[in-house]
């Protein structure tokens, strides 16, 4: 087995239970076939493998070095970079007319699994680059896209978001950044963004920062926000470079994960000369730039699962393998150590991985089967339940993704914290993933005080239609009668609880609702992981069930187990979440900070 992922499992989650060959039928992607697929999966899994695995733990040891004038990157970084744009994986999303495969975002959100298993500090440059570029496709000037797409889908270029800034964070309606219009018709930018990843770096000849930034005049709060092109160098419309654009890097932040992956800290316009390019309408800057954060939300659930996945399996294989203790009714201590597989908490352990980061990649390819409908197959209700799920997509991975890998590190025991072996940079490169694209509260308070009631509750009957129609499918198995049983106990509990804070909501008692926002957040995603986890096991039976193949009934053993697990381990915490959030619990809201 790949230590990047069970191929078995990616197959299954494309093809039983997500249906990938379904979407062939579309237009859009009617020049697919499974043999399409197949080949984008496998040469994913073969650069990622070549070409961004070996040099992932260097990466780390070596970050990128700042001697004041320019960024030093280690070579593998930019070969693996060039590798991937050669393979056309940068706009493989994007339209045969510019260049693209027309490939459905569930195969390319597949194929990036294996360079966020890989490598997810490297894999950061093409992800944020890709992102970026589709903001300026969807809402630049045709000079624009023009001068800047196509050299970032080929390499040449890359991208990426500058937002924070370093005394206003999150709260991005109280950025300083400014924009004085220019009489060439550009701006010029002024202020400083922070913890900008890629924000400079020896790679590719150009870097396209997208700014957000008030311009001169405009009303304080998120409506005076605007969306700038900053290029690193001036850039013509034939895409060949002029002269250094104002854009200074001020230094370097040392992270403790991701470390390849460049974390700056940029200053525009200390020269009074940063060219800036407005994108679309003045004031909408935010609306544009929620493209990319939230297409980057769900990068970020992915990272956080595939980074739980590979120290679950770096931790499977180290079990198999590592003889020691014996079972606790073996007296003789001649007799010949088990390999630590085999006893009972390494098994917990390892099956609560399982169901993290199983669960995990099922939600995310979920998501990109929701941006398929939404896009190729203009379907507005799956646009509506991607838009009510973003937060859980993020978030889930983010907190159990780090939980997993902090199990796999308890596996290997000692050796777990040691740099010989891979599982200790896992954890640090995933602790950065709860706070990546919006902490677990901000995304607590988007799904409890927004996304939940949005067009009219509709994201929440299209859940539950899904989710029913999976009940009905495993209520007719016998072997998942009382998993179905259970969950449907909980689910209604859930439901329960998210009538008693909608009323409060629209009672006005917003603070009392919205102060343990956290609890439902991850009540759920539990909910949503625990259908998954049914969903898994239905087809799984369907699929396997019949099979002679012992790798078959094994594959279907351990989905069935591992569905159990989550159900019967995980899923029964919202109950006591539950009281919590309907009781309306103020132990966190009233402290008083004077009181730490």
């Excluded at 997500?18 to 399409?36: C, G, I, K, V």
């Excluded at 809402?139 to 889908?153: C, I, N, R, W, Y």
């Excluded at 990649?361 to 009510?388: F, H, K, P, T, Y």
């Excluded at 993020?394 to 891979?422: C, H, M, W």
Aim: some cysteine; charged content about 20%.
């Amino acid at each position: 087995m790949s230590k990047l992922i069970n191929q078995k499992d990616l197959e299954f989650l494309l093809y039983q239970v997500f249906q990938a060959e379904q979407l062939t039928e579309l237009p859009h992607y009617s020049e697919h076939d499974r043999t399409t697929f197949d080949g984008i999966l496998n040469t994913s899994s073969r650069i990622a493998e070549d070409y961004f695995a070996p040099h992932n733990a260097k990466a780390d040891e070596h970050e990128p070095q700042f001697d004041g004038e320019k960024v030093s990157t280690i070579p593998e970084v930019k070969e693996a970079w060039q590798h991937f744009a050669d393979s056309g994986l940068l706009c493989a999303r994007h339209s045969y007319d510019d260049g693209g495969m027309q490939l459905p975002s569930l195969l390319h959100m597949a194929a990036n699994a294996y360079f966020m298993s890989a490598n997810p500090s490297t894999a950061g440059y093409p992800f944020l680059t890709s992102a970026a570029a589709n903001v300026i496709h969807a809402f630049g000037s045709d000079e624009q896209k023009a001068t800047f797409v196509p050299h970032m889908f080929s390499g040449r270029f890359s991208g990426t978001m500058a937002l924070t800034e370093p005394d206003v964070g999150s709260s991005l309606g109280d950025l300083t950044t400014r924009a004085l219009p220019a009489d060439d018709g550009s701006y010029r930018i002024k202020g400083q963004k922070m913890y900008i990843s890629g924000g400079d770096q020896d790679i590719t000849e150009n870097i396209v920062h997208l700014v957000l930034a008030r311009i001169q005049g405009a009303p304080q709060g998120v409506k005076g926000i605007s969306l700038f092109i900053v290029p690193k160098f001036h850039t013509n419309a034939d895409g060949s470079l002029g002269a250094r654009n104002d854009v200074q890097l001020a230094g370097l932040l040392h992270k403790m994960g991701y470390r390849g992956t460049t974390s700056t800290v940029l200053s525009f316009g200390e020269k009074d000369d940063c060219h800036g390019y407005l994108i679309g309408e003045a004031g909408k800057g935010l609306m544009y730039m929620f493209k990319m954060m939230n297409e980057a939300r769900i990068g970020v659930g992915l990272g956080a699962a595939m980074i739980g996945y590979r120290g679950y399996l770096e931790s499977l294989d180290y079990a198999r393998n590592r003889p020691q203790g014996r079972s606790p009714v073996e007296k003789d201590p001649l007799s010949k150590p088990l390999n630590i597989v085999e006893h009972a908490d390494v098994k917990r352990m390892l099956l609560a991985q399982k169901s993290y980061v199983e669960g995990s990649l099922a939600l995310c390819l979920l998501a990109a089967r929701l941006v398929d409908e939404q896009e190729a197959g203009q379907n507005a209700d799956s646009g509506i339940l991607l838009d009510l799920l973003t937060p859980v997509v993020k978030s889930f991975p983010s907190f159990y993704g780090p939980r997993a890998n902090d199990l796999a590190i308890q596996v290997l025991g000692g050796a777990g914290y040691t740099r010989e072996y891979p599982v200790e940079q896992c954890y640090r490169d995933n602790r950065l993933n709860p706070i990546h694209e919006g902490t677990h509260g901000i995304q607590s308070l988007d799904l409890l005080g927004r996304k939940l009631w949005q067009h009219n509750g509709k994201g929440q009957q299209l859940l539950m239609a899904r989710v029913q129609a999976t009940l009905k499918s495993a209520q007719s198995k016998e072997q998942l009668s009382e998993l179905t049983a259970s969950y449907q106990k909980h689910l209604n509990t859930l439901l329960q609880t998210t009538m008693v804070l909608g009323k409060a909501l629209q009672s006005g008692q917003v603070s009392d609702a919205l102060g343990n926002s956290a609890l439902y957040l991850d009540m759920m995603g539990k909910m949503v992981i625990g259908w998954l986890w049914l969903e898994m096991a239905d087809k799984a039976i369907d699929t396997f069930g019949a099979s002679a193949a012992e790798d078959d009934q094994q594959f279907l053993a351990g989905k069935l187990q591992a569905a159990r697990y989550f159900i019967r381990w995980e899923l029964p915490e919202i109950e006591h979440q539950a009281k919590l959030l309907t009781g309306f619990d103020d132990t966190c809201t009233a402290m008083n900070p004077d009181w730490f």
